[in-house]
């Protein structure tokens, strides 16, 4: 126990007085990587404590000098890659780490990888599946809603959210043979019931044709837009209704993305510059000065594109949002857990 402690301490404090990154090589191809590290001869004893996220050493070769020369040749798929979607990239992350002692120890020592790729034109996440149960039809168009997990990879696998957390919200239509087409939300409120009713009790999220207004009273923000035909919203969640069922309600919109109005937007009020901002186009962001009135009503091109079944109505929920400082709370959602679960 002793020997492996000072081990520990030895190795790390190698680390601390050599830049050990300048050693690290990495190679993205298409659908692998290619990691070489390079490392002294005091760790070439210990080379199968390296790990590339869950993976060993491909290969590993002594060099003439004593130093050691330690591979990593796999698929992004293999060595518990992470996938993100970022605006219109997918990015794959892990760590290559050294780890003298057992796993459940902090690594001595943790060095970032990341591969980048553009998104290709049309693309989708692959959880994203047309045919999927949640899919929901109207006249020629299919529209999209789901609550996804943290990674933004897949849908989430639990409907209980920690108050204060982001919800990721994504929402799409399905272009289909259409022209491109603009997916906007145009109105979203949380109800405690599944279908509104005139006397429901609501919380308005978006409103005003596309003005995301828990962007000025919590940290609510778009994503920056992967595809013109799917939109992300991450959602602080809220107190209301806390502990009950929650379900929101929002009015999808296929648009003309060649067209954006007062009436037919997607607005978000940022902070750091105390105003509001168009998503789409932020130099055309004057289309959001009504965020703080009231915006114009339809024109009547905009009810042609509706009668046509431009237009959707989609609930989410439930959802159950809990504050974790409430035990009583927690143990009580624990039987939702599974609700919202993919088989």
Wanted: hydrophobic fraction near 40%; glycine fraction near 4%.
């Amino acid at each position: 126990m002793v020997t492996q402690l000072y081990l520990g301490v030895l190795i790390t404090a190698v680390f601390a007085t050599t830049d050990a990154t300048t050693d690290i090589k990495v190679v993205c191809d298409q659908n692998s990587i290619r990691v070489t590290w390079r490392i002294s001869a005091e760790l070439v004893p210990f080379a199968s404590r390296l790990f590339l996220g869950s993976c060993l050493p491909s290969t590993f070769n002594v060099l003439p000098t004593g130093e050691g020369e330690v591979q990593f040749n796999y698929k992004l798929v293999d060595c518990k890659f992470k996938r993100l979607v970022r605006g219109k990239h997918l990015l794959y992350q892990n760590e290559l780490t050294f780890r003298p002692n057992k796993r459940s120890k902090p690594a001595a020592f943790v060095y970032p990888i990341e591969c980048a790729y553009k998104s290709p034109e049309g693309w989708f996440p692959a959880f994203l599946n047309p045919g999927a149960s949640f899919s929901e039809g109207r006249g020629r168009l299919v529209f999209h809603m789901e609550l996804l997990n943290e990674q933004l990879t897949g849908v989430a696998k639990t409907n209980v959210i920690p108050l204060g957390s982001l919800m990721p919200i994504w929402a799409a239509v399905e272009q289909k043979s259409h022209q491109p087409l603009l997916l906007l939300i145009e109105e979203c409120v949380a109800a405690t019931t599944p279908e509104l009713q005139l006397d429901s009790q609501v919380y308005t999220i978006i409103g005003n044709k596309g003005c995301l207004l828990e962007s000025m009273k919590a940290n609510s923000v778009f994503l920056p837009r992967y595809h013109s035909s799917a939109l992300v919203l991450l959602l602080q969640s809220f107190k209301f209704a806390l502990g009950k069922e929650v379900y929101v309600h929002c009015k999808l919109v296929a648009w003309d993305p060649e067209v954006l109005n007062e009436s037919k937007k997607a607005c978000q009020y940022v902070k750091e510059k105390q105003r509001w901002e168009l998503l789409d186009d932020p130099s055309q962001s004057s289309v959001c000065s009504c965020c703080d009135s009231t915006c114009t009503p339809r024109l009547k091109r905009d009810v042609k594109w509706e009668s046509n079944g431009f237009s959707h109505n989609s609930v989410l929920g439930p959802l159950i949002i809990i504050d974790p400082s409430d035990s009583n709370a927690y143990n009580e959602s624990e039987g939702s857990l599974t609700a919202a679960e993919v088989q």
